[in-house]
């Protein structure tokens, strides 16, 4: 039989509680600072990600106008010049 000095009182459930609650919070913790630490750097790698897709839309957009500017050139001088030589070469003008 169990003597009275045996016995589990209130205030050793409350001391054991509250280890275990600064025990999980310590551990909580933990977890929160890595999984700042990996979302710090996930948000770094997209954040840089976007950056060189912007930079190669970019250069897409400046050599895709640049290749626009020259056709629409060539449509110039076919309609201005050329055209109009052809015309007279089959005598239409």
Do not use: C, F, W, Y
């Not at 977890?31 to 979302?39: A, M, P, T």
């Not at 996930?42 to 839309?57: A, F, H, N």
């Not at 500017?69 to 309609?79: A, C």
Request: aromatic share 0%; no cysteine.
């Amino acid at each position: 039989m169990a003597t009275p000095s045996d016995d589990i009182t209130l205030r050793d459930i409350l001391g054991h509680i509250q280890a275990m609650k600064g025990e999980l919070l310590e551990k909580i913790s933990g977890v929160e600072k890595r999984l700042e630490k990996r979302i710090d750097g996930v948000e770094q790698s997209l954040t840089s990600q976007i950056r060189k897709l912007d930079e190669k839309i970019d250069r897409v957009h400046i050599s895709l106008s640049t290749q626009i500017e020259n056709i629409d050139k060539r449509l110039d001088t076919i309609e201005v010049v050329e055209l109009p030589r052809i015309k007279q070469a089959i005598g239409l003008s």
